[in-house]
């Protein structure tokens, strides 16, 4: 099992084989999900005390498993937040994945952590962050904004030297926020105050100022931060950061900026105004698997204060202690000081290596091209005579609506779409109705993608199949006009 044979050497050609194959189809097939019993089923038996052998279990998963997955860059799935690596990234996950460095301390894998660092320090300087900022990539954007709340706490319970150690922290947010914000406070044991987003989605000055003014002294004083989310992931809006900004400085309360989906516009001339205020940040968080063009799963999270995080999160046991120094101001950058985690891989990697290769600029332009497409999708919905735009895209997620649709018959052509290996685009809710939404990070999009999706939606999905005559026509008659077989 450890070595090398001949049998494993086929097994490794077929392995690279098979990836490489998988990077260059262009689209890959759509695909879509079975139940549990289809698969077991499909797959038979795969874990037998003998084992199946590798050639037997990789076939297993190119014929059965991979297709019962929807394929995340298939230029049409646009539900969610899709992902786009570049092939370089992808490429370089496979270099990763064969050497299988420790990426938790600087000890075992200074090399790795030296070049996740390095792209961390673009991310931050991106956003304005000071040359001290600094951080860690953690699975996404979830454990991302938890680690970011947890130093937050840590800070808002040593400043208050005792005082607070048993008191239940209140996060302020707006309720455009990703619902990991509440799953991190309720993980923390902490409460959530929303402020209502103003009827484009966003955070906004004047609602924020009101519910700070509604909050009585006892809940202001549980206060330890405010998470502004630069995209929010259900219609790709930015909060007004520079505001928060301002209350989060007059009150002494840490700001995290959310921006696991919407970071990446920081890199796009056309919307970086939209982001003001970024650089005031105490945490920032983006997801390279989601805008920045790397697989999953990766989500960059950066400090202003990285001693803050540090001290929030390190994790001491005798056989660490080896880890670092006896002055804590001489350890070295030990990645798992900076989140709720302790082993890791280096899951920064795959960004490092394609931004090496190809350069900032390239990511900035392709980005500003994910946005033309976004905006030219807008047109084509808001040309289109059976559907109706709802917001002007600020970002690069568009919502709209097919007027007269029920809610059964988004779903009904939404499963039609998937089913026929065209488009994934599911159905959410804004303002309490159900819409559709499509959010593009991928430069493969196209506006003629898009006008097809426009196109299907015609049709009513739940009506019942027209008669015979008026099914498609598939094949062109015979040109003798001879009868059909
Ligand atoms: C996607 C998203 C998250 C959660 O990120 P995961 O990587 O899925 O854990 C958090 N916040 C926002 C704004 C998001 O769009």
């Given at each position: 099992m450890h070595r090398h044979d001949p049998e494993l050497e086929a097994l490794t050609q077929a392995i690279v084989r098979y990836s490489v194959d998988r990077m260059r189809l262009d689209p890959p097939p759509l695909d879509a999900p079975r139940t549990p019993g289809e698969l077991r089923a499909m797959a038979?038996?795969?874990?037998?005390?003998?084992?199946?052998?590798g050639l037997e279990a990789l076939r297993v998963f190119a014929d059965v498993l991979a297709p019962a997955c929807?394929?995340?860059?298939?230029?049409?799935?646009?539900?969610f937040v899709p992902g786009a690596p570049t092939e370089a990234s992808m490429l370089f996950d496979l270099v990763l994945g064969a050497s299988n460095?420790?990426?938790?301390s600087w000890l075992e894998g200074a090399g790795a952590v030296f070049a996740e660092n390095e792209a961390l320090r673009w991310i931050a300087s991106t956003a304005g962050l000071p040359p001290e900022a600094g951080g860690v990539f953690v699975s996404g954007g979830t454990a991302g904004n938890l680690s970011a709340l947890i130093a937050a706490r840590w800070l808002w319970r040593h400043r208050a030297d005792g005082v607070h150690d048993r008191t239940r922290g209140l996060v302020l947010t707006s309720s455009?926020?990703?619902?990991s914000v509440a799953q991190a406070a309720r993980a923390m044991d902490a409460d959530v105050f929303a402020v209502p987003a103003d009827d484009r989605g966003k955070l906004c000055g004047p609602a924020l100022r009101d519910a700070l003014d509604d909050l009585d002294r006892g809940d202001r004083e549980r206060l330890f931060a405010c998470v502004v989310t630069?995209?929010?992931?259900?219609?790709g809006v930015v909060d007004d950061i520079a505001v928060t900004a301002d209350v989060c400085e007059e009150l002494g309360v840490w700001m995290h900026v959310d921006?696991?989906?919407?970071?990446?516009?920081?890199?796009a001339p056309s919307v970086?105004?939209?982001?003001?205020?970024?650089?005031?940040?105490d945490s920032f968080i983006v997801d390279?698997?989601?805008?920045?063009?790397?697989?999953?799963?990766s989500c960059a999270l950066v400090y202003r204060d990285p001693t803050v995080a540090r001290a929030a999160h390190t994790q001491h046991a005798e056989y660490l202690?080896?880890?670092?120094?006896?002055?804590p101001l001489d350890?070295?950058?030990?990645?798992?000081?900076?989140?709720?985690?302790l082993s890791r891989r280096a899951r920064g990697l795959p960004l490092w290596f394609s931004l090496a290769a190809h350069g900032t600029e390239a990511y900035a332009e392709a980005v500003e091209t994910t946005l033309r497409t976004a905006r030219a999708a807008a047109e084509v919905i808001d040309d289109a005579p059976h559907t109706e735009l709802l917001l002007d895209p600020e970002l690069s997620v568009v919502v709209f609506r097919r007027p007269g649709w029920t809610p059964a018959q988004y779903q009904a052509w939404s499963d039609r779409e998937l089913a026929a290996g065209r488009a994934f685009v599911t159905p959410t809710s804004w303002a309490g109705e159900t819409v559709l939404r499509i959010c593009i990070v991928?430069?493969?999009?196209?506006v003629d993608d898009i006008r097809a999706i426009v196109e299907s939606l015609?049709?009513?999905?739940?009506?019942?199949a027209g008669p015979a005559d008026d099914a498609p026509q598939f094949f062109d008659a015979p040109d003798d006009g001879g009868t059909r077989g």
């Amino acid at each position: 099992m450890h070595r090398h044979d001949p049998e494993l050497e086929a097994l490794t050609q077929a392995i690279v084989r098979y990836s490489v194959d998988r990077m260059r189809l262009d689209p890959p097939p759509l695909d879509a999900p079975r139940t549990p019993g289809e698969l077991r089923a499909m797959a038979g038996r795969t874990i037998t005390s003998g084992g199946i052998g590798g050639l037997e279990a990789l076939r297993v998963f190119a014929d059965v498993l991979a297709p019962a997955c929807i394929s995340v860059d298939h230029p049409s799935f646009l539900s969610f937040v899709p992902g786009a690596p570049t092939e370089a990234s992808m490429l370089f996950d496979l270099v990763l994945g064969a050497s299988n460095i420790y990426a938790g301390s600087w000890l075992e894998g200074a090399g790795a952590v030296f070049a996740e660092n390095e792209a961390l320090r673009w991310i931050a300087s991106t956003a304005g962050l000071p040359p001290e900022a600094g951080g860690v990539f953690v699975s996404g954007g979830t454990a991302g904004n938890l680690s970011a709340l947890i130093a937050a706490r840590w800070l808002w319970r040593h400043r208050a030297d005792g005082v607070h150690d048993r008191t239940r922290g209140l996060v302020l947010t707006s309720s455009g926020a990703h619902s990991s914000v509440a799953q991190a406070a309720r993980a923390m044991d902490a409460d959530v105050f929303a402020v209502p987003a103003d009827d484009r989605g966003k955070l906004c000055g004047p609602a924020l100022r009101d519910a700070l003014d509604d909050l009585d002294r006892g809940d202001r004083e549980r206060l330890f931060a405010c998470v502004v989310t630069a995209g929010t992931t259900n219609v790709g809006v930015v909060d007004d950061i520079a505001v928060t900004a301002d209350v989060c400085e007059e009150l002494g309360v840490w700001m995290h900026v959310d921006g696991a989906y919407g970071g990446a516009g920081l890199l796009a001339p056309s919307v970086r105004h939209l982001y003001a205020g970024v650089e005031r940040a105490d945490s920032f968080i983006v997801d390279p698997h989601k805008w920045l063009f790397a697989p999953f799963d990766s989500c960059a999270l950066v400090y202003r204060d990285p001693t803050v995080a540090r001290a929030a999160h390190t994790q001491h046991a005798e056989y660490l202690d080896v880890l670092r120094g006896a002055d804590p101001l001489d350890t070295p950058w030990n990645p798992s000081d900076y989140a709720h985690h302790l082993s890791r891989r280096a899951r920064g990697l795959p960004l490092w290596f394609s931004l090496a290769a190809h350069g900032t600029e390239a990511y900035a332009e392709a980005v500003e091209t994910t946005l033309r497409t976004a905006r030219a999708a807008a047109e084509v919905i808001d040309d289109a005579p059976h559907t109706e735009l709802l917001l002007d895209p600020e970002l690069s997620v568009v919502v709209f609506r097919r007027p007269g649709w029920t809610p059964a018959q988004y779903q009904a052509w939404s499963d039609r779409e998937l089913a026929a290996g065209r488009a994934f685009v599911t159905p959410t809710s804004w303002a309490g109705e159900t819409v559709l939404r499509i959010c593009i990070v991928n430069p493969l999009t196209t506006v003629d993608d898009i006008r097809a999706i426009v196109e299907s939606l015609v049709d009513d999905p739940c009506a019942p199949a027209g008669p015979a005559d008026d099914a498609p026509q598939f094949f062109d008659a015979p040109d003798d006009g001879g009868t059909r077989g």
